[in-house]
């Protein structure tokens, strides 16, 4: 398996524009987490999901925020309006189960100018 | 709320002697721990994990300790070399509902 997929690898957009982010799980993983790194929180935790449902959205900043999982091996993170605020690395990772390890992809590094 | 905190942003060593990072957390309700390991423009990647039931976890080099009555727990690398130089994430989850939270990165430094 080639691994967590994500694209792009880097964004740079405008304010006010909005903004895409992909991730392709590994096949049979069946939890996919969406993290947002700032120097400040780390790793942030923005939204889980479980067999393609989102179980906890609580870590989204904000309603410009917004994250799909049409199916097992797609997921989305959107954001609309973007802000310079949310320039970030943005990663996707997923597991196998509860607990166990997780496997990051190489992120996407947004940048709203 | 900071529920997972590494309140060292940063760590120096020479090579050869041990690094000690160390870890914090508030959520009772965590029942494994895991460090992951991060290089520059790479996402990071699993090091060790250890569960709540035991209080030591050991691979080659790294072992990881865990104090649940102090919630706390630390990852001891010996000898420390030049290429364990990158930011070290303390992760917990709990397993009931498999959330993943994770801390601030500490940015450890192998000096040769």
């Known amino acids: 398996d080639a691994g967590v997929i994500q694209s792009p690898r880097h964004e740079v957009t405008e304010m006010g524009q909005e903004v895409t982010l992909r991730c392709k799980p590994i096949?049979?993983?069946?939890?996919l987490f969406w993290y947002r790194q700032t120097m400040m929180r780390g790793l942030e935790l923005l939204i889980y999901?479980?067999?393609?449902?989102?179980?906890?959205d609580s870590g989204m900043p904000e309603d410009r925020f917004s994250a799909k999982m049409p199916n097992a091996s797609f997921s989305t993170l959107k954001i609309q309006p973007s802000e310079p605020r949310d320039s970030a690395v943005y990663f996707c990772?997923?597991?196998?189960?509860?607990?166990?390890?997780?496997?990051f992809g190489q992120g996407t590094r947004l940048t709203v100018v | 709320d900071q529920q997972v905190k590494q309140n060292s942003p940063s760590l120096s060593v020479q090579e050869g002697r041990i690094s000690i990072l160390n870890c914090d957390y508030t959520?009772?309700?965590?029942?494994?721990f895991l460090w992951y390991k991060k290089y520059p423009a790479e996402g990071p990647t699993f090091l060790i994990s250890?569960?709540?039931?035991?209080d030591k976890n050991e691979d080659g080099r790294f072992t990881v300790f865990l104090n649940k009555s102090a919630k706390h727990l630390s990852l001891h690398i010996v000898p420390s070399q030049p290429g364990d130089s990158a930011v070290y994430f303390c992760a917990a989850s709990e397993r009931n509902t498999g959330k993943l939270i994770f801390g601030q990165g500490t940015t450890l430094q192998v000096k040769p």
């Open positions: 990772a997923s597991s196998f189960h509860t607990g166990g390890e997780a496997f």
């Open positions: 959520n009772s309700m965590f029942d494994y």
């Open positions: 096949s049979g993983h069946d939890y």
């Open positions: 999901f479980n067999n393609n449902v989102p179980i906890d």
């Open positions: 250890i569960s709540s039931i035991k």
